[in-house]
């Protein structure tokens, strides 16, 4: 069992930059690889980014690709998300989440373990 806490989450003008963090529970983190999802309003979940169990990889989502960053620091069990450029249609909550095995990272089915999710407010 992994448990996921998502922090970092706030209001913003747009054009600033956010960082958010997803701290795991239990020492199993490694073995996991950890994705960021997003969900706005009347809308579904989407894929952000992605990142593999050494931190060697990173995927993203086109509308996101050059502006956020997804990192992780496997000693900390923490995976974090930078988010610079921030635009209003970035306005969704967050979800960190985890993966033991998988064929896809845009697939959210996939993935073992979710966060409460982060709101993240983006003003024009």
């Known amino acids: 069992q992994v448990q996921l806490v998502e922090s970092g989450g706030g209001l913003v003008q747009a054009g600033a930059s956010l960082r958010l963090s997803c701290a795991a529970s239990?020492?199993?983190?490694?073995?996991?690889?950890m994705g960021w999802f997003r969900q706005a309003p009347g809308r579904e979940r989407e894929f952000v980014a992605a990142?593999?169990?050494?931190?060697?990889?990173?995927y993203y989502a086109d509308s996101v690709k050059g502006r956020f960053t997804i990192s992780r620091d496997n000693a900390k069990n923490t995976v974090y998300l930078q988010m610079n450029s921030l635009k209003p249609e970035d306005t969704a909550v967050y979800y960190c989440?985890?993966?033991?095995?998988?064929?896809?990272?845009?697939?959210?089915?996939?993935?073992?373990?979710w966060g409460q999710g982060t709101q993240v407010t983006v003003s024009s």
């Open positions: 989440a985890a993966v033991k095995s998988y064929s896809d990272f845009f697939d959210q089915n996939q993935y073992d373990f």
């Open positions: 239990g020492r199993t983190f490694v073995t996991y690889a």
């Open positions: 990142i593999i169990r050494s931190g060697g990889n990173t």
